[in-house]
T-cell receptor, first 113, second 117 residues
Framework: DGGITQSPKYLFRKEGQNVTLSCEQN?????MYWYRQDPGQGLRLIYY???????QKGDIAEGYSVSREKKESFPLTVTSAQKNPTAFYLC????????????FGPGTRLTVL | QQQVKQSPQSLIVQKGGISIINCAYE??????FPWYQQFPGKGPALLIA?????SEKKEGRFTISFNKSAKQFSLHIMDSQPGDSATYFC????????????????FGKGTLLTVNP
């Protein structure tokens, strides 16, 4: 069963704590992306990775960090520097960096108390 | 600066009616225009996409109309059904600069469609 998995589905953290969101894909895709979704704001790009061991900042990277040590995995860390971390986080992948179609995971809803 | 403007924010349609969602873009370098459908608590799923070399693309009840000169594109859902109730996002992307190019999607803010039975 191929696809993108994100875990956990719901995550609660106290203010000031770092938290890492998992994203795994078994589609053999080279490119992976992290988006943040807020009500009425659409999807905004946080970070993206075109290939293993490489990643670039998106439009709203401040307060976030990523790693891409394996092709299948692209974890996102929400740090304490992110001023408003409560949101719905979506991971996506595409076949390669020049392929248009992005496939999304089911998302993780992060709530910071 | 919002590069893709989507309207309306919300739309209520009766079953069997036509749903129309519009998007306008500013960057003439955009060359790929997908529409995504998202149900509550789920990730978006690609619905249909178009490139600027055609003015219309149809897949089942879903049609994209594209007007390159006006820099506008729209999604038409014919014979709308309650199961179509979801949030719809338009998006646009373009080839990036050489040496680091990739397709980055720029999304509209979404339209919440409700189809009443």
């Amino acid at each position: 069963d191929g696809g993108i998995t994100q875990s956990p589905k719901y995550l609660f953290r106290k203010e000031g704590q770092n938290v890492t969101l998992s994203c795994e894909q078994n589609l053999n895709h080279d490119a992976m992306y992290w988006y943040r979704q807020d009500p009425g704001q659409g999807l905004r790009l946080i970070y993206y990775s075109q290939i293993v061991n490489d990643f670039q900042k998106g439009d709203i990277a401040e307060g976030y960090s990523v790693s891409r040590e394996k092709k299948e995995s692209f974890p996102l860390t929400v740090t304490s520097a992110q001023k408003n971390p409560t949101a719905f986080y979506l991971c996506a992948s595409s076949r390669d960096r020049r392929t248009d179609t992005q496939y999304f995971g089911p998302g993780t809803r992060l709530t910071v108390l | 600066q919002q590069q893709v403007k989507q309207s309306p924010q919300s739309l209520i349609v009766q079953k069997g009616g036509i749903s129309i969602i519009n998007c306008a873009y500013e960057n003439t370098a955009f060359d790929y225009f997908p529409w995504y459908q998202q149900f509550p608590g789920k990730g978006p799923a690609l619905l249909i996409a178009i490139r600027p070399d055609v003015s219309e693309k149809k897949e089942g009840r879903f049609t994209i109309s594209f007007n390159k000169s006006a820099k506008q594109f729209s999604l038409h859902i014919m014979d709308s059904q309650p199961g179509d109730s979801a949030t719809y996002f338009c998006a646009a992307s373009m080839e990036g600069n050489s040496g680091g190019s990739n397709y980055k999607l720029t999304f509209g803010k979404g339209t919440l469609l409700t189809v009443n039975p």
